[in-house]
């Protein structure tokens, strides 16, 4: 599937490491995942949980929590969930 879109999207060959100069530690995917587990229980409507998490994943708020060289990720996730709500990060 990944070889299909690649050719239908054309998609060239890239160095896309966001890992190497990032200024802080990476947390490690199961951290990641806790984080959104706990937006999208926060967020969804009982039964609706599968649309909240594309819901967050298409959002904003997710290449915001995966730009490690801010501090985004760290923040407390009642932030991120007004925020995600809000549609923009608070002030």
């Not at 730009?67 to 709500?85: A, G, R, V």
Request: net charge negative; charged share 25%; glycine share 6%.
């Amino acid at each position: 599937m990944s070889d299909e879109l690649i050719k239908q999207y054309n998609i060239l060959e890239g160095d896309f490491d966001t890992i190497t100069g990032c200024k802080y530690k990476i947390p490690g995917f199961m951290d990641i995942g806790i984080l959104y587990s706990i937006m999208i229980e926060n967020c969804a409507e009982s039964g609706k949980e599968v649309d909240e998490l594309i819901n967050i994943f298409s959002s904003f708020i997710s290449a915001k929590i995966s730009d490690f060289q801010t501090d985004i990720y760290y923040q407390n996730p009642s932030y991120l969930e007004c925020s995600y709500k809000s549609g923009y990060l608070l002030d």
